[in-house]
């Protein structure tokens, strides 16, 4: 059986209701809150199955007794968020009545099915984004709420009331002078970008209600510190002056809420839940070092000047410098000095804690990121597949409970996916009945993997009678972001229309030496070059020093690099004419060269004539970079690295690095208040740091520059903290100069944290690197690197005609369907114009457009459609784990 299509031996009049109308059984919810079909109604305006927001009535009156406002804003919620027939007034209060009442005028019904379309896509989108259903809108009422809060234009605001609010920073006191502003300026920023937030925050409010609200932990936390927030940002307004504003630190909250930053609070989930076995580990290392700490104490106080050991304290925190190796072996030479075998305490103490016990801690921390990513995996495919439960119950009709209609399918699409035209809708509908999706995650045939059209064509004779049913319907998540082509016409170039034909014969010319072998040769070799060139040309100028050489340099520096940005620009010019824009830049690499080669050249010509400078030259080094794809093409060993492993990694690597952009943020704030007002240069005096911050201007004495007396110099300092390269000297010059002990919590805690950041960072990419190898293991090298999951599907125009309806919506679209498939088929001669699938007029014809003598003499004819999509970790997963997936079923069942 096929996991992803398992689903319980009940039929779907049999699975628990989880639509809005009703939480019971089929047959209470029948009667408390669905439609009864009404005699005087014919079988293609059937009511759903399950109406959506049977309480819209008594809501409504609710709203018209007690405001006019609200029950205003209702009524344009009705005229612009739900698509009604513009021919039925959709202000009409009778209309409420009526549409939930049990006799249903059919004029009405187009009103019924969008309230239906609307929240079964609100289900799919919170399958989608992994929303609990615990915040789904079951009331009429929240409904604009719901569309307020996820509206982009929403998001968009939040982002940047965010980002403002975090930026306030390089302007607030302590700030570089040329970034500072009055606190009457920057508060003012701020009061308008919190008061903005709580505007977002109140929609949210009033979308999921006060007391889920409240009870939700990240909420919470951020109404907290919006409180907080603007409470001091009111003073500083009134005060005209900064204080101690240690929670601005807190800032960072406002943009893991964001939308856009989904993948941040994921890692900052995924840390949290792995931080207990990282405590658990840390508190075993804290033990260990205490014990050595005791012992070195007790070994070495008794040595003369030996103050890192001078008490329990300091032979503590010298221990701790020693596990991350910056002060050694600086710590070990006094009791080296004294007696040589003093050393086998440092060897031992570093061999069981750094090479040994750190290991540990990160194999202990690896695997439980290894089981929480698997389990986040299982949550989230159980999650989709309710979803999909959820949408199918409210898309299928009470004298139909197995399948979903094609014009059903479309409404849903008209919210779900509101730009995808008739033809993507179609294709789309057609995929997920034909279940072209299960070699997915079916267990792989090498020979299967070239999709033949005989092979999928027979599918068609087998399955005449296809139905999109709810195991079929699980797929829409894969199906839904496909790109489709038509691929006679994606073979054909742009430019197969061009007229006069001697333009047409010229590209054609173009295009063979373009797709030729010998022109990658050609493009490699010319980088190649470029790089050897580079390469020679930095040793001359290092190794000859005479004038007459520097002269000859001086010239060649300034032609080569152009002939070479020249060929450079001949060869985009030419891949931009034989694959036109849209083709060229869909390829990464493509991208990649037209950024490096445009800024080469914008580079060449300001050198030219209007400044000198070495930047064409730096630029179009950068275009070595294009080797990365040869070696990844030519070479097995690199396709591991360079595949699709790559793409995951660098994706999900953004988000690791906002998080320790974030993390920064909050340790930056706290050092600008806490030492801010402090300056190390010439600091120190008289003790071992003070040749470090004497301003002499040496290279040793330039400590002085790592500071937090702004922010960007704080993210420079504690990066190299983070480093751990004498990290110790900053930290003893701030004990120094604040005279006060406790100022290295600080910087033990920034290290603390950062090594938990790091870890999890490490163990995702073993993690990611181990999925890879096994998965290539399983199913073979050729589908480990595929960036793209593709399917294939032949279409014959007779395969619309099944999708007949007695609406008129339906007959326009099965008409405009037609009429593309006619156009398409006939183009499929030589002599014939070239029309993209995609791209074809998809406006309403007569339903006489095409005759039936045409439909029966070219049925006979195939229209091949490829469907692609990137492949992403849950496509990886669906198919690593589709033995498991029976299992997770059965027991979500069971549970």
């Known amino acids: 059986m096929d996991p992803i299509n398992a689903s319980t031996e009940e039929s779907p009049s049999n699975i628990p209701n989880r639509s809005i109308a009703a939480d019971s059984s089929i047959s209470s919810d029948f009667r408390a809150n ?199 940002a009111i003073i500083v307004l009134w005060r005209q002056d900064s204080h101690f504003r240690v929670t601005r630190s807190l800032r960072p909250m406002f943009l893991i809420d964001n939308f856009y930053f989904y993948g941040v609070r994921r890692v900052v989930r995924q840390t949290m839940q792995s931080l207990r076995s990282f405590c658990e580990m840390l508190a075993l290392l804290i033990i260990l070092l205490i014990f050595f700490s005791i012992s070195a104490f007790y070994l070495f106080s008794s040595i003369p000047n030996y103050q890192q050991f001078s008490t329990i304290v300091q032979s503590f925190l010298s221990l701790f410098v020693l596990l991350t190796t910056a002060n050694f072996p600086d710590v070990m030479m006094p009791a080296y000095q004294k007696n040589r075998f003093y050393s086998l305490f440092f060897i031992i103490f570093l061999v069981i804690n750094l090479y040994f016990f750190l290991n540990i801690l990160l194999a202990v921390v690896y695997n ?222 493509n991208i990649f060269d037209f950024v490096i080669t445009i800024t080469s050249l914008i580079a060449l010509i300001s050198n030219e004539f209007l400044m000198k400078t070495t930047l064409s030259t730096s630029l179009f080094s950068l275009r070595s970079l294009r080797l990365l794809d040869l070696l990844r093409n030519r070479i097995a060993c690199y396709r591991d690295i360079l595949g699709p492993l790559a793409l995951i990694i660098i994706k999900r690597f953004t988000s690791m690095a906002m998080v320790i952009i974030i993390v920064y943020y909050f340790f930056a704030i706290i050092a600008m208040e806490c030492f801010g007002q402090y300056s190390l240069k010439d600091c120190c005096v008289n003790t071992t740091l003070e040749p470090y911050y004497q301003s002499n201007g040496s290279t040793t004495s330039l400590y002085y520059l790592n500071n937090f007396q702004d922010l960007i110099t704080s993210y420079v300092t504690l990066f190299e903290l983070m480093v751990v390269n004498n990290w110790q000297i900053p930290m003893q010059a701030y004990v120094i100069v604040t005279e006060n002990s406790w100022s290295q919590l600080f910087f033990i805690t920034f290290y603390v944290i950062s090594l938990v950041v790091i870890t999890i960072v490490i163990s995702f990419v073993l993690d990611t690197f181990n999925f890879h190898i096994e998965y290539k293991h399983r199913f073979g090298p050729s589908d480990s690197i595929s960036f793209k999951h593709s399917i294939e599907m032949p279409i014959k125009s007779k395969e619309i005609i099944k999708y007949e309806s007695t609406r008129q919506n339906s007959n326009a679209i099965r008409n405009s369907l037609q009429q593309i498939f006619s156009r398409l088929r006939n183009n499929l001669t030589p002599e014939s114009s070239s029309i993209n699938a995609l791209d074809a007029d998809l406006e309403f014809r007569s339903s006489d457009y095409l005759a039936s003598n045409q439909s029966s003499q070219n049925d006979s004819n195939f229209i091949v459609f490829r469907g692609e999509k990137m492949r992403d970790k849950f496509s990886f997963n669906l198919r690593m784990y589709h033995n498991q997936l029976d299992k997770w079923i059965q027991e979500s069942v069971n549970f």
Request: one cysteine or more; aromatic letters at 14%; a positive charge.
């Open 34 to 232: 669905s439609l009864v079909l009404d005699e005087s109604i014919e079988k293609d305006d059937e009511l759903p199955l399950c109406q959506s927001y049977s309480d819209m009535d008594e809501s409504i009156r609710a709203q018209h007794r007690y405001s006019y406002w609200k029950n205003f804003c209702i009524h344009l919620f009705h005229k612009f968020f739900l698509r009604f027939d513009s021919k039925i007034s959709s202000t009409s209060m009778p209309f409420i009545t009526r549409c939930t009442s049990r006799s249903v005028d059919v004029q009405n019904l187009p009103k019924l099915w969008s309230l239906n379309y609307l929240e079964a896509s609100i289900y799919l989108e919170e399958g989608l984004n992994n929303d609990k259903f615990d915040h789904h809108p079951h009331l009429f009422p929240k409904i604009p709420m719901y569309l307020l809060t996820h509206n982009r234009f929403i998001y968009s605001i939040d982002f940047l009331c965010c980002w403002l609010i975090l930026l306030l920073a390089l302007a607030e006191k302590p700030a570089i002078d040329k970034y500072h502003l009055p606190e009457a300026i920057h508060s003012s920023i701020e009061l308008i970008c919190l008061f903005t937030l709580v505007l977002i925050s109140s929609l949210k409010l009033g979308w999921i209600g006060g007391r889920k609200f409240f009870r939700h932990i990240r909420t919470l936390i951020k109404t907290i510190v919006l409180i907080l927030m603007i409470i001091e």
């Open 368 to 589: 439980s990121f290894s089981r929480i990513e698997k389990d986040k995996f299982r949550k989230l495919f159980l999650h989709r597949r309710k979803a999909c439960d959820h949408a199918f119950r409210l898309l299928i009709t009470s004298s139909n409970t197995q399948s979903i209609q094609f014009k059903h399918f479309c409404g849903l699409l008209d919210y779900l996916k509101p730009r995808s035209n008739h033809l993507e809708r179609f294709l789309m509908y057609e995929a997920l009945c034909r279940k072209l999706l299960n070699s997915h995650e079916d267990s792989f045939d090498k020979v299967k993997k070239s999709k033949s059209i005989d092979v999928i064509g027979m599918d068609l004779k087998k399955d005449s009678d296809r139905a999109l049913t709810l195991d079929k319907f699980y797929y829409i998540y894969e199906v839904m972001n496909m790109k489709w082509k038509n691929i006679s016409e994606s073979e054909k170039p742009w430019f197969n229309n061009c007229y006069p034909n001697f333009i047409r014969f010229l590209l054609n010319k173009i295009r063979f030496i373009v797709l030729h072998q010998y022109f990658d040769l050609y493009v490699y070799s010319l980088i190649i070059l470029a790089a050897l060139y580079q390469l020679s040309d930095a040793l001359a100028n290092c190794i000859w020093s005479s004038n007459s050489a520097s002269s000859f340099l001086t010239d060649s520096s300034s032609i080569v690099p152009s002939i070479f940005i020249s060929l450079y620009t001949i060869e985009l010019i030419l891949k931009l004419l034989i694959m036109g824009f849209y083709e060229y830049f869909t390829v990464r690499w």
